[in-house]
């Protein structure tokens, strides 16, 4: 696993905390990337699942920067954020073989009412709108990873592209479609809106 540059996503420079906030998190990110993508390793046993936790963590500490940014970016606090990440990753997996297990021996669920396939024929438009709405490159990466579940090597492979190029497309594509799909990643607010969707 190599690091991606992903300096090239960074906003344009902003004078004062704000800057050195980028530079202090582009710093952690290139320091710690890699390290942390293997120790996650250790802990789940797949590369992917490791590849995407610590990514979904890096993700959180860019879009939560601020006047903490020394202390969260430091390397013990990376690595127990990571092994937490890594931890709750392992019990959500052991949760879902479980319920998995139960579900088999359950009768068939009841049927959803018309409102719930309305929502949700509504959320799926949405996000077929957004992924549509992505620069040409950066859909193609995200849809041969996230609808053909293919590893970032692969996806490399295949459109003869680096690693890093990968990476830093399925960065920005997860960036956009959370900003145009927020609306729709509210919280549930009603009984009829119980589903929870799982869209990037």
């Given at each position: 696993?190599?690091?991606?540059?992903?300096?090239?996503?960074?906003?344009?420079?902003?004078?004062?905390?704000?800057?050195?906030?980028?530079?202090?998190?582009?710093?952690?990110?290139?320091?710690?990337?890699?390290?942390?993508?293997?120790?996650?390793?250790?802990?789940?046993?797949?590369?992917?699942?490791?590849?995407?936790?610590?990514?979904?963590?890096?993700?959180?500490?860019w879009h939560t920067r601020?006047?903490?940014?020394?202390?969260?970016?430091?390397?013990?606090?990376?690595?127990?954020?990571?092994?937490?990440?890594?931890?709750?990753?392992?019990?959500?997996?052991?949760?879902?073989?479980?319920?998995?297990?139960?579900?088999?021996?359950?009768?068939?669920?009841?049927?959803?009412?018309?409102?719930?396939?309305?929502?949700?024929?509504?959320?799926?438009?949405?996000?077929?709108?957004?992924?549509?709405?992505?620069?040409?490159?950066?859909?193609?990466?995200?849809?041969?990873?996230?609808?053909?579940?293919?590893?970032?090597?692969?996806?490399?492979?295949?459109?003869?592209?680096?690693?890093?190029?990968?990476?830093?497309?399925?960065?920005?594509?997860?960036?956009?479609?959370?900003?145009?799909?927020?609306?729709?990643?509210?919280?549930?607010?009603?009984?009829?809106?119980?589903?929870?969707?799982?869209?990037?």
């Amino acid at each position: 696993m190599s690091a991606p540059p992903f300096r090239h996503l960074l906003s344009a420079p902003a004078p004062g905390s704000a800057r050195a906030g980028a530079a202090a998190w582009e710093s952690a990110f290139e320091a710690c990337y890699v390290d942390l993508c293997e120790y996650v390793l250790r802990l789940v046993g797949s590369a992917e699942a490791a590849e995407d936790i610590v990514h979904d963590l890096f993700l959180q500490l860019w879009h939560t920067r601020g006047v903490r940014d020394q202390d969260r970016l430091s390397r013990p606090y990376l690595y127990a954020a990571a092994r937490n990440r890594a931890l709750k990753y392992l019990r959500h997996r052991r949760v879902v073989a479980a319920w998995t297990e139960r579900a088999s021996h359950e009768e068939p669920p009841v049927a959803d009412s018309p409102e719930d396939e309305c929502l949700r024929r509504e959320l799926g438009d949405a996000v077929e709108r957004a992924i549509a709405a992505l620069p040409g490159r950066c859909r193609e990466i995200f849809v041969l990873r996230r609808r053909d579940q293919l590893g970032y090597r692969e996806i490399a492979m295949r459109l003869g592209v680096s690693l890093g190029t990968v990476k830093s497309q399925m960065w920005r594509a997860t960036v956009r479609l959370k900003e145009r799909l927020a609306p729709h990643l509210a919280p549930p607010v009603t009984p009829t809106s119980r589903h929870r969707y799982r869209l990037l």
